[in-house]
């Protein structure tokens, strides 16, 4: 029995953070078309994984929410999920998928630094060391990136910029609301958390979400919308809770790092991206580092802070 739950949890992280690889490319095509403005998909991305959320809840028995927890899952709303998916869908356009792939990596540093301030985590000379080499490997991807080709291997610096707020908002998400979010539910939590965020985007988006012909788009453009909704948000997220209760906090983390692979991988076999000496030499500098903070001895309460770091890569 024990050795079934444990399989179940490897699949289950290990087919999440698939879906979060392959809807870095699937996502970039998305929005390179400009059919939709990242505000009006994000719209709709609420609405239909929001809507999967609700329905569920009606099928199984009631949880209530305390009424003092809901400005606080407001906010984790407006911080968690619409400032996050904002920068993600912004972003892009302008940035190549083995750009975001690398700079995301480095979302459990900063979850690492608000677990030192939130949970006393010490910070020790391995988590420094890593920082700083995470930080050279993304300046040098910055530097040697192409800025002024259009093409797809193009990446702004704005792009840059945004998926390192992707990654801080995330953070921040995950260690100040970490008490609200273990207190409910996946189900419970994620419907209140999609309904605000999509009530948030709704006075942005109802009028080019109305006005838009969806009877006239491809088929590509409609699977990747589909794909966008049903599987990068609604399944992925219900799957990880599932992995963190049947397998090691450790190896939980570790699976974090299929999204980047995932994504540099399937960019580079579809010429969405190419791989170069300057690229290889970042990814080694910013996965490095990372690893070098993971496995730094941590205090006494790392269930919390590796379940929390486990998720940092989930903002996608």
Avoid at 12 to 33: E, V
Avoid at 70 to 97: E, N, R, V
Avoid at 201 to 211: D, H, Q
Wanted: net charge positive; aromatic share 12%; charged share 10%.
């Amino acid at each position: 029995m024990k050795n079934r739950q444990v399989l179940l949890g490897h699949l289950a992280l290990f087919t999440a953070y698939s879906i979060f690889g392959i809807n870095i490319i699937t996502t970039k095509d998305l929005t390179a078309g400009h059919l939709l403005s990242p505000m009006a998909i994000f719209c709709l991305r609420a609405l239909g994984a929001g809507t999967i959320f609700w329905i569920i809840s009606l099928l199984r028995p009631a949880e209530k929410v305390a009424p003092r927890d809901y400005p606080k899952i407001l906010l984790a709303s407006l911080l968690g999920f619409f400032l996050t998916q904002m920068t993600f869908l912004t972003a892009s356009p302008i940035i190549t998928p083995m750009g975001w792939s690398v700079v995301c990596s480095v979302t459990p540093i900063f979850t690492m630094f608000i677990a030192a301030i939130a949970l006393k985590e010490p910070i020790t000379g391995k988590k420094v060391s890593g920082v700083m080499l995470s930080f050279i490997g993304i300046v040098f991807l910055i530097l040697t990136s192409k800025t002024s080709s259009s093409g797809p291997e193009a990446s702004s610096i704005w792009g840059y910029v945004l998926a390192l707020l992707n990654g801080l908002g995330f953070a921040l998400y995950l260690g100040i609301f970490r008490p609200l979010i273990s207190r409910y539910s996946v189900v419970t939590f994620m419907k209140w958390i999609f309904l605000f965020a999509f009530l948030m985007s709704l006075p942005f988006s109802a009028g080019e979400i109305l006005a838009f012909d969806f009877t006239a788009v491809s088929t590509s453009f409609a699977l990747e919308l589909g794909y966008l909704i049903v599987f990068a948000t609604f399944v992925a997220y219900f799957l990880i809770p599932v992995g963190q209760k049947c397998i090691r906090p450790t190896l939980v983390s570790m699976y974090s790092y299929l999204q980047p692979l995932f994504a540099i991988t399937i960019s580079i076999i579809i010429g969405m991206d190419t791989l170069t000496v300057p690229k290889i030499l970042a990814a080694i500098a910013v996965f490095g580092g990372v690893l070098l903070v993971n496995f730094s001895k941590a205090a006494p309460a790392p269930q919390l802070l590796r379940n929390t770091v486990s998720e940092s890569s989930a903002s996608s």
